[in-house]
T-cell receptor, first 118, second 114 residues
Framework: AQSVSQHNHHVILSEAASLELGCNYSYGGTVNLFWYVQYPGQHLQLLLKYFSGDPLVKGIKGFEAEFIKSKFSFNLRKPSVQWSDTAEYFCAVNARPRLTGGGNKLTFGTGTQLKVEL | KAGVTQTPRYLIKTRGQQVTLSCSPISGHRSVSWYQQTPGQGLQFLFEYFSETQRNKGNFPGRFSGRQFSNSRSEMNVSTLELGDSALYLC?????????????FGQGTRLTVV
């Protein structure tokens, strides 16, 4: 069964600091990868996704992530965080269902709570 | 374009009762997935429906069931509620069926079992 690990459970940064959140998955086949964000009181929203092609993907609000196949990793980065980035961040994986018959099952990591201080 | 709508937003139930949660997907989306979110276990996949058929099921007991109607609206039912079923239940809808389109999440239904 696939699993997703997020190494940092709580991260506190000052505004303008750089951010990197780690995500590793365990699945031997090809995967679709996602980062979702949950702002306080709001629903989960997609930050960015990787399906194929350029392993460096850019998402909304200046976020980017790099897929490193050899390391089974999909780390999230932002060069300069803002107070409004305070939220919980979730990495998620979907085993390539085109190869297995279909499905939108997402396996999530446990999430990283990011607090950005002014 | 309206988002994913879940009703009710909050529920308080007693142990042993059953509960039904509802989810209306984004218009045109035929895939609906359900997740349970708790502080201890995080987000866990319950099941997915596509065109009224259950396509995937997570590791939850048979007390958790669901269905999807011809208009793609979905319901989730939990019977014989236990204290441990207290959680935020999230519904997500997707346009495609192969995991390569974005899943849009609703605000969730907060279930408290007392």
């Amino acid at each position: 069964a696939q699993s997703v690990s997020q190494h940092n459970h709580h991260v506190i940064l000052s505004e303008a600091a750089s951010l990197e959140l780690g995500c590793n998955y365990s699945y031997g086949g090809t995967v679709n990868l996602f980062w979702y964000v949950q702002y306080p009181g709001q629903h989960l929203q997609l930050l960015l996704k990787y399906f194929s092609g350029d392993p460096l993907v850019k998402g909304i609000k200046g976020f980017e992530a790099e897929f490193i196949k050899s390391k089974f990793s999909f780390n999230l980065r932002k060069p300069s965080v803002q107070w409004s980035d305070t939220a919980e961040y979730f990495c998620a994986v979907n085993a390539r269902p085109r190869l297995t018959g279909g499905g939108n099952k997402l396996t999530f990591g446990t999430g990283t709570q990011l607090k950005v201080e002014l | 374009k309206a988002g994913v709508t879940q009703t009710p937003r909050y529920l308080i139930k007693t142990r042993g009762q059953q509960v039904t949660l509802s989810c209306s997907p984004i218009s045109g989306h035929r895939s609906v997935s359900w997740y349970q979110q708790t502080p201890g276990q995080g987000l866990q996949f319950l099941f997915e429906y596509f065109s009224e058929t259950q396509r995937n099921k997570g590791n939850f007991p048979g007390r958790f069931s669901g269905r999807q109607f011809s208009n793609s609206r979905s319901e989730m039912n939990v019977s014989t509620l236990e204290l441990g079923d207290s959680a935020l239940y999230l519904c997500a809808s997707s346009f495609g069926s192969y995991g390569d389109t974005e899943a849009f999440f609703g605000q969730g239904t907060r279930l408290t079992v007392v």
